[in-house]
């Protein structure tokens, strides 16, 4: 600002300068009062119809949240069972625990187990015979130890009442927060949506209630949690009470369960599975549990895994068969592109031990029944999703995008290439927020250099 205003005053004296020397002698005052020889040549600028009148910091791609605090209840709550509990070593378990969850991958399928047997023992079976060692019978015990060695062995968790408060410590944060995220994109792009029932499958703590609930409020009407872990359900209704003396729920009609309801016919307005179907045992279960999930939806469908290679692959065989079922009830395959959306974003939350803050990094796929016009979609202006952080340069930003037809794009986004109002809404955006996808022929230029 300080340099604009130097570079009016310096305009302002040279036109002063200019002017007749018996004008210059009567104008004694400061220059920049001089209005009738120093008027502004800039045109009033147009914002573009994609901006709908928001400032570019807020524009309507933006759907990145600042940093989440736990609500005042679910806080409190969880550090009166962490003292209610007094287990040792709590803050090293936990890390264990978070790290395991991390790393955690999908149980190998017995289709995979054979064809990487089959190709271990062609590889082996030619070696020997080349070496003429005699050896062939020991090949099926060498295989079936390299198996045994190589491949990862998935174990269920089953969480009592111990387990369930350190991985309260380890992951009560992280979940609401990437839960919250999640639902916030809907509530960007579909204003109007009120959902009056909530399914929480693999519900756990109880994150995903105390999300849909800060995002909507009273307009939920019913709550219904299922997870096969009898301490985690007894648990998430302790949260629920805030850690008072008084059974009395922060938040009313929560219904606990172990299982699905009966009625095939009973659907919720907002499903949601969020770091349940990695608990699966089989991609046969994961698909089946999709299924179910999707027979119950109403409205949306959320979806949420770790932002780890497994968790979005777990996410793409939900989508695979979500979009097998479009296909078989003749639905036209553009409707379904702009339905499905499924990135990875890193995310800040705030866990309840200490004031400190902690990166999420996970994996969503929202899902909804009917096509939905997002704001800003209106105008004709094609939006991408930023898969990757955003790297603010000098004059220019380094963007990658993923489009709506599945292409990734690198751009350099400069002010002179793409247009002033383009540049700002670049700098504005953070991964995970939506961008409009900018076609010019110099996308693949260097940008300028200072």
Known sequence: MSALWNRLVRVCWRRRAALPSGDAQRWSGPPWTLTEQCKSAAAALVQPEFLRGSPHRKHPGVTTLKTIRLPDGLQRGALTAIHKSELKDLSERSRRLKNYLWSRKRAAEAPQLREKAVELEERWMAEEKQRQSGELHLLQSRVLFELRKTTYHWTPLRYDAELGVVFMAARLAGGYAAVMRALNEIKKRDPLFAPRSLLDFGSGLGTALWASHTHWGDALKEYVCVDASGAMNRLAEQLLTGGGDTDTPLVKHVYFRQFFPVSPKVQSDLVVAAFSLSELASQKEREDTVLTLWRKTNSYLVLVENGTKEGHQILMEARDVLLKVWLKMNKMLASIACQLQ?????????????????????????????????????EGVEWGRLTAPVHRRTRHVQCQICCSSGELKQLAVTARQHGRDAYRCARSSNWGDRLPIINTEEDDAPPDQP
Do not use: T
């Open 342 to 378: 499924c990135k990875q974003n890193l995310y800040l939350s705030c866990p309840p031990q200490n004031a400190d803050w902690e990166e999420e990094r996970f994996s969503y796929l929202i899902v909804s029944r009917e096509a939905r016009e997002a704001p800003g979609e209106r």
